[in-house]
């Protein structure tokens, strides 16, 4: 992988997605404002006609659309080389351009991303979500997107931060599916292997991601990605079709299917219970270095909740789409 080096800054547009203006919008687009970058423009994009009190940045009526739908539109009214996606509930570092846009000088790489953490005023159960995302035990390979990491290509990458060449955008048609959510993991995809460019998980290209809270709204968002997931599985192969993704699930039968055999095999019962123990206690070991106690109870719900969602998916014939 080449070093990044420094370059010219490229004129970037922030593309902003919503229904409409929401609590967090206005914290979004003062930051973006506020970037320590020399060129870039914002645009938003809601449903309806929407009157916000800043400079540079174009409000654009999408209609009543699916997310991908919007951020296709946003690109075409987009000015910039590149192309910076950022929800309406998060908001950037101030040198997250600066930082993502110096990888670009290598003419491989196609996309960048980077990790959405969990901001600290944030309330208690905002953050408790946040902690059982970034913990390994729950997100394994894939807690860099919660968390600093460390610099490297990746194949996937979450369109909250999500940062791409306007060419390659538009050389790989842009996202092409109503899926959400989903529809970033099938852009990437296609950069990946139709294009033959890289992804780069650039660890300084940081935004802040408020959380949905524990518990209700957490796992609501848990079940519609193991959901989506389980059915990429067989929709998309290349990039869902891992074993990491399997886990949950295997997990989620093993305690239903083994707590029903253990009733009438004390030696299924023996291996039963000394598994679930030794779940526990990483469960407890978890939870006391995050120093939340309720990353325990959320780290247990979410593993059954996508694992039960993912099987879901699996299983599905065809999954409705936006």
């Given at each position: 992988m080449k070093e990044r080096a420094?370059?010219?800054?490229?004129?970037?547009?922030i593309i902003v997605i919503a229904k409409g203006v929401s609590e967090y919008l206005a914290e979004c687009i003062e930051n973006c404002l506020n970037l320590d970058y020399p060129k870039f423009e914002i645009i938003f994009l809601p449903d309806k006609e929407a009157r916000l009190n800043y400079k540079n940045v174009s409000v654009v009526p999408t209609g009543e659309t699916c997310p991908a739908m919007k951020r296709n539109m946003?690109?075409?009214?987009?000015?910039?080389?590149?192309i910076a996606f950022i929800d309406d509930d998060v908001y950037p570092a101030r040198n997250w351009l600066k930082n993502a846009t110096a990888n670009f000088i290598d003419p491989e790489v196609a996309a960048v991303g980077g990790p959405a953490v969990t901001p600290d005023n944030d309330d208690i159960m905002q953050k408790a979500s946040g902690l059982v995302?970034?913990?390994?035990?729950?997100?394994?390979?894939?807690a860099y997107r919660y968390i600093k990491g460390t610099r490297k290509e990746v194949e996937d990458f979450?369109?909250?931060?999500?940062?791409?060449?306007?060419?390659?955008?538009?050389?790989?048609?842009?996202?092409?599916?109503?899926?959400?959510?989903?529809?970033?993991?099938?852009?990437?995809?296609?950069?990946i292997k139709k294009l033959k460019?890289?992804?780069?998980?650039?660890?300084?290209?940081?935004v802040y991601h408020h959380r949905r809270r524990l518990f209700r709204e957490h796992l609501k968002q848990v079940s519609s990605y193991a959901e989506h997931r389980g059915y990429f599985v067989k929709?998309?192969?290349?990039?869902?079709?891992?074993f990491s993704y399997f886990v949950p699930s295997i997990f989620a039968t093993g305690v239903i299917i083994g707590g029903i055999v253990s009733v009438f095999s004390p030696f299924v019962r023996i291996i039963y219970i000394t598994i679930l123990v030794l779940y526990l206690l990483l469960a407890i070991k978890e939870t006391t270095r995050l120093r939340n106690f309720l990353v325990m109870p959320g780290?247990?719900?979410?593993?059954?909740?996508?694992?039960?969602?993912?099987?879901?998916?699996?299983?599905?014939?065809?999954?409705?789409?936006?």
């Amino acid at each position: 992988m080449k070093e990044r080096a420094e370059v010219k800054h490229p004129f970037v547009s922030i593309i902003v997605i919503a229904k409409g203006v929401s609590e967090y919008l206005a914290e979004c687009i003062e930051n973006c404002l506020n970037l320590d970058y020399p060129k870039f423009e914002i645009i938003f994009l809601p449903d309806k006609e929407a009157r916000l009190n800043y400079k540079n940045v174009s409000v654009v009526p999408t209609g009543e659309t699916c997310p991908a739908m919007k951020r296709n539109m946003g690109v075409e009214k987009a000015k910039g080389e590149i192309i910076a996606f950022i929800d309406d509930d998060v908001y950037p570092a101030r040198n997250w351009l600066k930082n993502a846009t110096a990888n670009f000088i290598d003419p491989e790489v196609a996309a960048v991303g980077g990790p959405a953490v969990t901001p600290d005023n944030d309330d208690i159960m905002q953050k408790a979500s946040g902690l059982v995302y970034s913990s390994k035990l729950v997100s394994g390979e894939y807690a860099y997107r919660y968390i600093k990491g460390t610099r490297k290509e990746v194949e996937d990458f979450p369109s909250c931060n999500l940062i791409v060449r306007k060419s390659a955008f538009e050389k790989s048609g842009g996202f092409k599916t109503n899926f959400w959510p989903g529809e970033d993991t099938v852009l990437c995809l296609d950069i990946i292997k139709k294009l033959k460019k890289k992804i780069i998980y650039e660890p300084e290209a940081i935004v802040y991601h408020h959380r949905r809270r524990l518990f209700r709204e957490h796992l609501k968002q848990v079940s519609s990605y193991a959901e989506h997931r389980g059915y990429f599985v067989k929709r998309f192969p290349e990039t869902s079709k891992k074993f990491s993704y399997f886990v949950p699930s295997i997990f989620a039968t093993g305690v239903i299917i083994g707590g029903i055999v253990s009733v009438f095999s004390p030696f299924v019962r023996i291996i039963y219970i000394t598994i679930l123990v030794l779940y526990l206690l990483l469960a407890i070991k978890e939870t006391t270095r995050l120093r939340n106690f309720l990353v325990m109870p959320g780290i247990i719900l979410t593993h059954i909740t996508y694992g039960i969602f993912f099987i879901k998916g699996l299983l599905s014939r065809k999954l409705e789409e936006e």
